[in-house]
C-alpha cells in the first residue's frame, strides 16, 4: 500500500458543543497541529469534550488506483467527511481506521473530523475505552487527551487490498531448523480476479538469505480471509536482549493481480521468530525457561503524540539498563514507535487492553470490537507475549475521596465477590483474544489473583497501601504460593530537587501540598505514614529521604521474590518505570528522564546475577542468637563462577564476621544458600551488613542494616 499524500502539519480546530457536519465561515477557527492533542493548542489548554479539525488539500488522482483516507488515531470518537460527504464514524483511539475515497477527490478538497472525548465524571460507570488517560491516580486530571494524535495520510492501492494482516511464530523443529509461522490476511477486491500472494523474509539484523513463499488462487469479488502455515528454515531467532540477539526480519506481504508485474498492494512489518509461553506464571522463550525482570510502563508522555521515535527508543534504553527484560504495558496501547523500539532492542512486553478499573454494562460489545482490533494491529510484534485484557476490574475510587463511605463499600464489594467487569466481560474478551492469537498467553485481566482467588499475577502494595512492608515478609514465609507473579508493588517517591523545582516550591515550608496532591499524585496521607516531610528542614533532605524508602521497599520485595525464584516466582515488575507527566509518584524516573536513586537501587536489585540476604525482623532485641543466610541466584544461560564475601559491622565499628566464598552457579539458577553464620546481637543500634559478588557482568555490592534494642 502506497502512502500518496501526508496530511500532517497545520490544521484548523473548532470547538463546538454538538456536531452536525457543517460548520458556517464566520466560526473563528484556530490553528492546530496535527497529529497533536488539542490542549496543546493556545487556547485550548483545559479544554474537554468537542472539537471539529479541517484541512483544505490539493490532489491529483490517477485513474488506475484506489485511494483511501487512513486516520492512524484520534481520542476518541471520530467522524470524518470529504468534500462534505460523509465517509464514516469509529470509536477508538489506538488503531488505524480506513476510508475508501476513489471517485471523491477533486483538485481542491476540504477534510472535516469531528472529534469527541468528554471528561467521564462517574468513574465507577466509565464509557470510553481510554484506560489510564481518563481515570488514573498516575495522571493529571486536568488532561483530556482528545485530539487527532497521530499522523493523517491519503494511501492507494490496485484492484485488490490487504486488510488485517497477522503473522505469528507458533512453534520451533527440533533444534530450531524451522520455524512454524501462521498468518492470515483479508484481500478484498471489486471484482472476482486471479491473485497471486507472495510473502518474504528478508533479513533485517543480520546477514541471510530472503525465503520467500507464493500463494496463488482464484479470488471472488468481496472480502475474503486467507490462512497461512509457512515453515521458515534455519530461522535467526528473537531472544531478550540479556539472553542472545533479538534478531529480526522484515515481512513482507504483496498481492498481485494476474498478468501484472507491479503488486497491487503490499505490506510489510519487522517480524522476529520466536515462541512465547507462561505455564503457571513461569515464562519459557523459544522453549528455554527465562526469569522475568521487569517493570509497568506507562504513556510515555500524557501528551502521547509528542512521543516520538527516539523518546521512544531512549525509554526503552533505559529499562534495558535497569537490567530489565521485561514490561508491562500499564492500561493502554501505546504509540507505535514504542513496540518498534521494543522489537529492536529485545525488550518482551505484557500488553494490557485499555481498561482501567470498572466499566458500564453496555461496553462489552465494543471491548470485544477493538480487542480485535488490538490484536491485528499490534499481534505481529515479536516483543509483545501476553495480552491482558484488564487491570483491577472492581470499582475503583478517587483516594482524594478520602474513602467516602459508599465509594469505599462499592469497591471492596465488587473486588471480594462479584463484578460483571471482572466475571462476565473480561473471560469473553480473553476467550476471542485465544481464538484470534493461540501463539500468546492471555490473562482475563491482572491484580487480583493471589489473594483470595487462585494464585497468578497480583498486586501487593505492602510499605504504602497495605500497612508495612514486613507484612510482604509474612506473604514469603507462610504463603510463598502468592507470590507466584508480582505485576504492581512500590511507593512513592519525589523527583530530584533541579526536576521537582520545576513544578513545586525550593523551599519545603512553602510547598503548596494541595496543589501536589489535587494535580502532581502525590499521596499525603500515605507518604507521611512513612516518610514525614515534618521531620526534615530541607526540601533536599525530604526529597533523598523519599527515595531511600522507596529503593528500600523495592528491594525488600525483589529480594523475596528472587528467594522464591521457580519456586513458584517466575517474575515481578515493581510499579513504575517513570512518569507521564510532571508528578510525585511511584516512578524511579522522572518526566524530563533523569533517574533518581531508586533507579540505580532498582538496577542492582536486578543484576542478573545478584546477591542479597533477607532479615525475618525489622527489629532484633539485644543478646539474641540469628542467623544470616547469603543468597546467590543466575539467572544467565551460563555457568557463572563468583566470588563472594559476607562482612557484619558491628554498632561500635567492629568486623563480627567475615566470610568469603567461591561457587560456581548453575545457568539459570534458582537462589541457592551460600552461607548461613550466626550472629550474637551484643550490642544495641544498627549492624551494617556488607555483601559482594565478583563473576558474571561484573562487581556488585549490597549493604543492608540490622536494627537491635
Known amino acids: 500500500m502506497g502512502k500518496e499524500m501526508d496530511l500532517n502539519g497545520a490544521w484548523e480546530i473548532l470547538p463546538v458543543t454538538r456536531f452536525d457536519g457543517k460548520y458556517d465561515s464566520i466560526s473563528i477557527w484556530r490553528e492546530t497541529q496535527v497529529p497533536g492533542h488539542w490542549q496543546q493548542t493556545p487556547g485550548l489548554e483545559s479544554y474537554t469534550g468537542k472539537a471539529v479539525y479541517r484541512r483544505a488539500f490539493k490532489f491529483k488522482p490517477e485513474d488506475d488506483k484506489r485511494f483511501f483516507l487512513r486516520l492512524h488515531g484520534i481520542f476518541y470518537w471520530a467522524t470524518a467527511y470529504l468534500n462534505d460527504m460523509r465517509l464514516g464514524a469509529n470509536e477508538g483511539y489506538f488503531f488505524p481506521v480506513d476510508y475508501e475515497i476513489t471517485g471523491m477527490l477533486h483538485k481542491e478538497n476540504k477534510l472535516l473530523v469531528e472529534v469527541d472525548c468528554p471528561r467521564e465524571e462517574d468513574k465507577t460507570r466509565k464509557r470510553q475505552l481510554t484506560g489510564v488517560f481518563h481515570h488514573w491516580d498516575c495522571i493529571d486530571p486536568m488532561t483530556n487527551p482528545g485530539g487527532v494524535w497521530l499522523p493523517v495520510e491519503i494511501i492507494s492501492t490496485g484492484a485488490a487490498r490487504i486488510i488485517d494482516p497477522l503473522f505469528t511464530t507458533i512453534y520451533l523443529g527440533k533444534d530450531n531448523a524451522t520455524a ?9 477486491t471489486r471484482e472476482p480476479a486471479s491473485l497471486t500472494v507472495r510473502i518474504s523474509f528478508i533479513p533485517r539484523t543480520f546477514t541471510g538469505e530472503t525465503q520467500v513463499f ?51 498492494d503490499s505490506w510489510e512489518t519487522p517480524f522476529g521468530v ?31 503524540a509528542t512521543m516520538t521515535r527516539e523518546r521512544c527508543r531512549a ?20 504509540t507505535p514507535a514504542f513496540y518498534e523500539a521494543c522489537d529492536e532492542q529485545g525488550v518482551l512486553l505484557w500488553q494490557d487492553f485499555p481498561m482501567q478499573w470498572s466499566y458500564r454494562p453496555e461496553v462489552e460489545a465494543q471491548a470485544q470490537r477493538q480487542v480485535r482490533r488490538m490484536i491485528f494491529h499490534l499481534g505481529s510484534h515479536p516483543s509483545i507475549g501476553v495480552w491482558c485484557m484488564h487491570n483491577e476490574p472492581f470499582a475503583a475510587f478517587d483516594l482524594r475521596d478520602h474513602y467516602k463511605l459508599g465509594s469505599l463499600s462499592r469497591a471492596l464489594f465488587t473486588f471480594f465477590f462479584w463484578n460483571r467487569n471482572r466475571n462476565r466481560m473480561d473471560p469473553e474478551l480473553a476467550r476471542q483474544t485465544r481464538f484470534l492469537d493461540p501463539s ?3 490473562t482475563e485481566f491482572s491484580g487480583e489473583r493471589g489473594l483470595f482467588r487462585e494464585p497468578g499475577d497480583v498486586h501487593y502494595y505492602y510499605g504504602w497501601y497495605l500497612g508495612p512492608m514486613q507484612w510482604f515478609h509474612k506473604k514469603y514465609k507462610k504463603s510463598p504460593r502468592s507470590l507466584r507473579f508480582i505485576t504492581e508493588f512500590g511507593a512513592q517517591s519525589f523527583p530530584n530537587p533541579e526536576s521537582a523545582k520545576k513544578f513545586m516550591a525550593a523551599n519545603l515550608r512553602e510547598v503548596d501540598w494541595k496543589k501536589l496532591e489535587k494535580r502532581h499524585h502525590y499521596q499525603p496521607y500515605f507518604m507521611k505514614k512513612f516518610v514525614d516531610p515534618e521531620k526534615h528542614r530541607t526540601l533536599e533532605s525530604f526529597i533523598a529521604a523519599t527515595q531511600q524508602y522507596q529503593s528500600e521497599l523495592n528491594r525488600f520485595h525483589i529480594d523475596r521474590v528472587r528467594a522464591l525464584k521457580y519456586k513458584p516466582n517466575g517474575g515481578c515488575v515493581p510499579f513504575l ?41 525489622p527489629v532484633y532485641k539485644r543478646n539474641g542468637i540469628i542467623s544470616i543466610p547469603l543468597y546467590a541466584v543466575n539467572d544467565t544461560w551460563e555457568e557463572v563462577k563468583v566470588e563472594a564475601s559476607l562482612k557484619v559491622i558491628s554498632p561500635v565499628g567492629d568486623t563480627v564476621i567475615e566470610e568469603r566464598f567461591s561457587r560456581a552457579l548453575p545457568p539459570d539458577s534458582e537462589a541457592l544458600a551460600l552461607a548461613n553464620p550466626e550472629l550474637k546481637l551484643r550490642w544495641a543500634g544498627t549492624y551494617k551488613i556488607k555483601i559482594e559478588l565478583a563473576g558474571g557482568a561484573g562487581a556488585l555490592e549490597n549493604e543492608y542494616e540490622l536494627r537491635v534494642k
Open 577 to 617: 518505570l517513570l512518569d507521564s507527566n510532571p508528578a510525585v509518584q511511584w516512578s524511579v524516573i522522572d518526566y524530563w528522564r533523569v533517574p533518581k536513586s531508586s533507579y540505580h537501587a532498582l538496577k542492582k536489585a536486578m543484576s542478573p546475577v545478584y546477591a542479597f540476604t533477607i532479615l525475618d525482623q
Open 274 to 304: 520466536r515462541t512465547f509461553e507462561m505455564r503457571n506464571y513461569l515464562a519459557y522463550l523459544n522453549g528455554k525457561s527465562v526469569y522475568l525482570r521487569g517493570n509497568n510502563y506507562p504513556p510515555g508522555d500524557t501528551r502521547l
Open 315 to 334: 525509554d526503552v534504553k533505559l529499562a534495558r539498563e535497569a537490567n530489565l527484560n521485561f514490561l508491562r504495558v500499564h492500561a493502554h496501547v501505546d
Open 214 to 264: 507464493e500463494k496463488s488462487r482464484f479470488k471472488a469479488a468481496g472480502a475474503n480471509t486467507y490462512h497461512y502455515n509457512l515453515d521458515l528454515k534455519q530461522p535467526a531467532l528473537w531472544w531478550t536482549h540479556d539472553h542472545g540477539r533479538p534478531d529480526l526480519y522484515t515481512l513482507r506481504l504483496e498481492v498481485f493481480i494476474q498478468g501484472r508485474d507491479q503488486p497491487s
Open 440 to 442: 500468546r498467553f492471555t
Open 180 to 188: 512454524r509461522i501462521m498468518g492470515q490476511a483479508t484481500i478484498e
